[in-house]
């Protein structure tokens, strides 16, 4: 064999070697799939042995598959047919349309404070902080100054709304028990219940007639904390 021969031999043996080793990479390849926060994109993959990067597989999301996720937790709604009564377009319901609503809503009361207008993580971060011993469970901003406080029961509902009033930043805070006829627009202010102090007065006036008499000069009466 001449030496030319043997050359091209050994060129085309090299080449297989090293065939055989990309193949080899390739095979024993391990897929990494690194856990992501909420709402990244989990579809990118990385191949790789003992520390060695061979590549990247990248797998965009299309714009319909990423909207499709968002409408999956939203509430689905339906077309129904409507009635014309005289020439015009009628909704009808039944009765167990609406208790439907009220079932979800009837552990909730709505409020606002007077003087400002606080931001959501502002009065959201209050009512946990507070109100979570009562069974808290959700908070919703109906309006720019008008909010929703859903309760996990009737019983944790009232019982926040029986500690009196609530003071949010040195300001009063209006909370009232939603039923289906309540307002939820904020309105004018005419009259509040307040919690009133009299320091250091002395035990001969603590009795009904005497506090009676004492809280008419401020207002009209209603009733007394239970340490008193």
Request: aromatic share 12%; with cysteine; hydrophobic share 40%.
């Amino acid at each position: 064999m001449s030496a030319r021969e043997n050359a091209l031999n050994r060129n085309i043996e090299t080449e297989s070697q090293n065939r055989l080793t990309q193949s080899t990479l390739v095979n024993n390849a391990i897929p990494v799939i690194s856990i992501a926060d909420e709402g990244e994109d989990c579809s990118r993959k990385t191949l790789q042995t003992s520390g060695s990067l061979v590549r990247h597989i990248t797998q965009p999301k299309s714009y319909a598959a990423m909207v499709g996720e968002k409408k999956n937790s939203r509430m689905k709604l339906s077309f129904i047919p409507l009635e014309i009564v005289d020439g015009k377009l009628v909704v009808k319901y039944q009765s167990s349309d609406v208790m439907i609503g009220i079932n979800r809503w009837k552990s909730t009361t709505f409020g606002y404070v007077l003087g400002i207008n606080p931001s959501f993580g502002a009065i959201e971060n209050f009512a946990r902080n507070r109100w979570n011993v009562f069974g808290f469970e959700k908070y919703f901003k109906l309006s720019l100054r008008v909010f929703l406080f859903k309760f996990e029961s009737d019983e944790g509902r009232d019982a926040m709304l029986d500690e009196g009033m609530w003071i949010f930043a040195q300001y009063p805070m209006i909370v009232s028990s939603w039923t289906p006829e309540s307002n939820l627009e904020r309105r004018g202010v005419e009259k509040i219940l307040v919690w009133v102090k009299i320091p250091f007065l002395s035990l001969q006036f603590w009795n009904d007639e005497m506090l009676s008499k004492i809280g008419s000069y401020i207002g009209n009466n209603f009733f007394v904390d239970g340490a008193t």
